[in-house]
């Protein structure tokens, strides 16, 4: 039987963390403080108080492209720890990513005309308030929603197939910036700067897709299988 990850948990959390950046995002927002040294992946888990499939799982998907985990292997894992990682995501995207990506498009601007201070200032508030309306309803709606299954109680008008069905692609607009900031910044605009802001927002919208996987992929099969009692 093959390997349910292409990673081990008796592995270096080091070595782990070298096989792609990313993954040291995925650490931060998995509530694992660096400063492990040598520790095992299982260990540094352990000692975080984090599931060690359930990391290895969310690894496996930021790492490999097209990566979809067996579906028996999902047993294996708690969807409180898929709830934790997705609420920290949330915080992390608002108060870390997009500001960060913020600061890179204001100084990409600052030699432009006020007319592209502008432009670019819309295009990234629409798109922080697209944001924050998407996990608003994951907050208030879903898992709220979880929290009620996993303590027995099934009063409720609400199934995880709704959110299924309105669950909104949050990467479509970043396609528009991508666009904007690629093609039509002036020649005024430093390289280093249009550089920096298009690495943030390619950043973002890899990661983000990440996110919305674990939520289609994850979330919604271990939810649906607490609603089918299986």
Not at 43 to 53: E, I, L, Y
Not at 112 to 139: M, N, P, Q, T, V
Request: charge should be negative; glycine fraction near 4%.
């Amino acid at each position: 039987m093959n390997a349910p990850f292409p990673f081990s948990g008796k592995q270096k959390m080091s070595e782990l963390l070298n096989n792609d950046f990313s993954l040291l995002g995925v650490l931060t927002r998995m509530g694992i403080p660096f400063g492990f040294g040598d520790a095992s992946v299982e260990d540094v888990c352990r000692k975080s108080g984090v599931n060690t499939q359930a990391f290895l799982l969310i690894c496996s998907i930021y790492t490999l492209d097209g990566y979809v985990p067996p579906r028996e292997l999902l047993k294996d894992v708690d969807v409180r720890d898929i709830v934790k990682y997705l609420h920290r995501s949330h915080r992390w995207y608002m108060e870390e990513f997009i500001e960060s990506l913020s600061d890179a498009l204001k100084e990409m601007t600052a030699p432009c005309s006020e007319k592209y201070h502008l432009i670019i200032r819309k295009f990234l508030g629409d798109y922080r308030e697209e944001l924050a309306k998407h996990f608003a309803y994951e907050e208030e709606i879903v898992f709220p929603y979880v929290e009620r299954l996993l303590a027995g109680n099934e009063g409720c008008d609400f199934s995880i197939l709704q959110y299924e069905k309105n669950h909104s692609n949050i990467q479509e607009k970043l396609e528009d910036l991508k666009s904007l900031v690629m093609k039509y910044m002036p020649g005024i605009c430093e390289s280093r700067s249009i550089f920096r802001a298009l690495y943030y927002i390619y950043a973002l919208e890899r990661d983000l897709s990440r996110h919305t996987f674990i939520e289609d992929s994850i979330l919604v099969p271990l939810v649906s299988r607490m609603e089918s009692h299986e």
